[in-house]
């Protein structure tokens, strides 16, 4: 079982520019949410997957938006980036109606934005 | 808004030593209350709690949650090197499991000197 995995690890990118991100959940997980971690902060919730539908939504624009596709994979997408959009980007999975102890992250995805 | 603090910020002590971490909290629909340790990217998983003064334990660590006060303690004794990291505190809060969310603390940064 490989886990949680996120791509890619690393990205730079300039201010304007549009990015995605992509996480595969654990094997059994169908449940996706994502976070925001900037450097020396805890993980702000941005929104949470399930059955291919934003399900819950944390306090980012519009700019961010995502996707769930049928084998329970997400994509989130930042567009016209902004300096303070750099933070590593984590998603976590778990089944649907699973404990939160049962929640797993993936590595993170740091996005430079300069 | 919910709403999770963390104190300290960072600390620094010498193997050995005991440390304390403290998390204050204020949500809506509370359900439950997790530690989490952060290493290099993923944050990993160690206590999850719902009731209060029910300590749990894992070696040299423990947690307890008091949901009268709205706060939880993580205590770490006779610290190794090993246990530096961010140690970030996340409470779950929602209307059912599926609708639930989580909102992290900023984190404490510790720092065990050998």
């Known amino acids: 079982d490989a886990g949680v995995t996120q791509s890619p690890t690393h990205l730079i990118k300039t201010r304007g520019q549009q990015v995605t991100l992509r996480c595969s959940p654990k094997?059994?997980?169908?449940?996706v949410s994502w976070y925001q971690q900037a450097l020396g902060q805890g993980p702000q919730f941005i929104f949470q997957y399930y059955e291919e539908e934003e399900r819950q939504r944390g306090n980012f624009p519009d700019r961010f938006s995502g996707h769930q596709f049928p084998n329970y994979s997400s994509e989130l997408n930042v567009n016209a980036l902004l300096l303070g959009d750099s933070a590593l980007y984590l998603c976590?999975?778990?089944?649907?109606?699973?404990?939160?102890?049962?929640?797993?992250f993936g590595p993170g995805t740091r996005l430079t934005v300069l | 808004e919910d709403k999770v603090v963390q104190s300290p910020l960072s600390l620094v002590v010498h193997e050995g030593d005991t440390v304390t971490l403290n998390c204050s909290y204020e949500?809506?629909?509370?359900?439950?209350l997790l530690w989490y340790k952060q290493e290099k990217k993923a944050p990993t998983f160690l206590f999850m709690l719902t009731s209060s003064g029910i300590e749990k334990k894992s070696g040299r660590l423990s947690s307890i949650l008091d949901k009268k006060e709205l706060f939880s303690i993580l205590n770490i004794t006779a610290t190794q090197t090993g246990d530096s990291a961010v140690y970030l505190c996340?409470?779950?809060?929602?209307?059912?499991?599926?609708?639930?969310?989580?909102?992290f603390g900023g984190g404490t940064r510790v720092l065990v000197k050998p």
């Open positions: 996340a409470v779950e809060a929602g209307l059912g499991a599926a609708g639930n969310k989580l909102t």
């Open positions: 094997s059994g997980h169908d449940t």
């Open positions: 976590a999975t778990r089944k649907t109606g699973g404990l939160y102890n049962e929640q797993f």
């Open positions: 949500v809506t629909n509370f359900r439950s």
